[in-house]
């Protein structure tokens, strides 16, 4: 008989007054579900702001964004559904209108909402041509899709299904209002067909579907608009956020007087003779962050690679490693990467003897947790920073589903008491007391054997500096902000290399390398 899976905690949502001053409610990088969003427009309007004002805002708003994003567009046709997002497409038809260019409009079907029927009738007053067949925007040179906003929770049927498949068909640029018609505004799922947009303006605030990976193919780029939440409307939990503002979480730059004690310790436990390169690579990866030593526990085969590519470094063979604690005092311990068959040893053996240490787990060293019980982590008290792919993820929390990338971190989170970094092309970060942050932009480049490596002993470096700029004390926050500082900036290396190399030029060695670099540039284009 099968056991029972262990259960699965709940994600309850932290409330924001407890919570980090830097995870505080920001609306320009907060992610809400559609019901928060619902409830947040049912309290304005609640406390007066008339719908039709709020529709105004919004339409005015996506045609001020729309003449910047396409100044050359004059024929635009209108997919309206019969609702307030088809209103809202409207008004932005009506504005279009008084600007001279030419308006068709499709309705999907008559029965209108009354306020989004006013603005039709409005519209028709104004000269635009109302079509019967989709067909008939085909000499348009954009369309706007304001089918369906958020709550659709089923898939589209006719007319609707097939307008969406003539549209996606037709070589137009589609400009999606909220969110692409057809898309799941929790999961970034399609249901059954979806709008693939060219560009995505969210309204007020980003819907937390836009952000998923499963949506990237179908969002294009995204913009939001705001249309001014007053702060007493925001969510009183805390919700995911886009790393739209990196900067705070990068530890602070050392002072004049330091020294390289000063500047952390990290032991790097990486490598076999299979996969030698991962251990040079991790390395690679730890001299970027600035971190002030590096010790590399590796076969002892291996030690002459090491030293001739990483002669800053020390070398031990991993036989010395229950020594090595006595003998220097690291802040971070960083394991994982290409350790082969011997991973469960070395994992018992640190678990054995390293618990008042950082952790940073990645690779074979997640492979290694998994068989042994990710559960031995609070067991052991052991706070740690876990790095999986999608397949490390699923041995690694084999009963959490993952449909939905942020539940599914939070979830993880929560169950090991580490922060996850579920890594992607929308990589999550979260941490196990609810915090949960997106990384926005990546490159295909880091689909590349070694990659991970690289951000392992950055992190890891990240976490060493940090403990040591600290003094001993070092909390889930602090090492949630390693983490979301060491993501974005590997992520944002890659971006930078590609534009120099194109995107077979970004292997693991010339990203490492590139690191520096581009964060002297990230820092240059800072906002001040």
Not at 165 to 171: P, Q
Not at 191 to 208: E, F, N, P, Q
Not at 413 to 437: D, F, N, Y
Request: net charge neutral; hydrophobic share 45%; aromatic share 6%.
């Amino acid at each position: 008989m099968n056991p029972l899976p262990p259960a699965i905690p709940p994600v309850t949502p932290a409330r924001r007054g407890d919570r980090d001053p830097r995870c505080q409610f920001d609306p320009a990088t907060a992610l809400v579900s559609a019901a928060q969003m619902q409830r947040l427009e049912e309290e304005i309007f609640a406390a007066g702001m008339p719908v039709a004002a709020l529709m105004e805002k919004v339409g005015l708003a996506a045609f001020a964004q729309l003449r910047q994003d396409f100044p050359h567009a004059q024929r635009i046709g209108i997919l309206c559904g019969t609702g307030h997002n088809g209103g809202d497409g409207l008004v932005v038809g009506r504005e279009l209108r008084l600007a001279q260019r030419s308006v068709k409009v499709w309705l999907g079907k008559p029965d209108l909402k009354p306020l989004t029927a006013e603005h039709a009738r409005y519209l028709r007053a104004l000269g635009a041509e109302f079509v019967e067949r989709v067909e008939a925007l085909a000499d348009c040179d954009l369309l706007i899709d304001a089918l369906f906003g958020i709550g659709l929770n089923r898939p589209l049927g006719d007319p609707w299904a097939e307008a969406v498949e003539w549209a996606n068909g037709s070589g137009i640029p589609i400009l999606s209002l909220d969110l692409p018609s057809g898309l799941n505004d929790q999961t970034g799922e399609i249901w059954g067909c979806c709008i693939r947009a060219s560009y995505t303006y969210a309204l007020g605030l980003w819907k937390r579907g836009l952000w998923q990976e499963a949506a990237l193919p179908w969002v294009g780029r995204l913009r939001r608009l705001d249309f001014g939440i007053p702060p007493w409307a925001w969510p009183e939990v805390e919700v995911p956020q886009v790393l739209l503002h990196p900067w705070p979480h990068f530890p602070p730059d050392p002072p004049l007087d330091t020294h390289k004690y000063r500047q952390g310790s990290l032991l790097l436990v990486a490598g076999s003779t299979t996969y030698a390169g991962a251990a040079v690579l991790a390395g690679l990866g730890s001299r970027a962050s600035g971190v002030g030593m590096v010790t590399l526990a590796v076969p002892a085969e291996l030690k002459g690679l090491v030293h001739s590519a990483l002669p800053e470094v020390l070398v031990h063979a991993w036989e010395g490693i229950p020594s090595l604690l006595a003998e220097k005092p690291f802040q971070a311990v960083a394991v994982g990467p290409g350790v082969g068959e011997t991973r469960r040893l070395l994992l018992e053996i640190l678990l054995q003897d390293w618990a008042g240490i950082p952790w940073v787990i990645d690779a074979d060293g997640l492979n290694a947790l998994a068989e042994i019980g990710v559960e031995r982590l609070p067991e052991h008290r052991i706070q740690a920073i876990l790095t999986p792919h999608l397949g490390e993820f699923r041995r690694l929390f084999p009963h959490l589903p993952l449909s939905d990338r942020m539940e599914a971190a939070q979830r993880a989170a929560a169950q090991s008491g580490a922060v996850v970094v579920l890594k992607g092309a929308r990589t999550v970060i979260a941490s196990p007391t609810g915090e949960c942050w997106v990384n926005p932009e990546s490159t295909p480049a880091l689909a590349r054997g070694g990659s991970g490596d690289v951000l392992t002993g950055l992190i890891g470096g990240l976490v060493a500096r940090r403990r040591a700029q600290l003094g001993q004390s070092m909390g889930i926050a602090e090492l949630l902000s390693c983490a979301c500082a060491g993501v974005w900036w590997h992520a944002q290396a890659a971006i930078h290399l590609a534009g120099e190399r194109g995107l077979t030029g970004v292997d693991p060695a010339h990203l490492a390398e590139h690191l520096p670099k581009a964060l002297r540039i990230l820092r240059q284009q800072k906002p001040t």
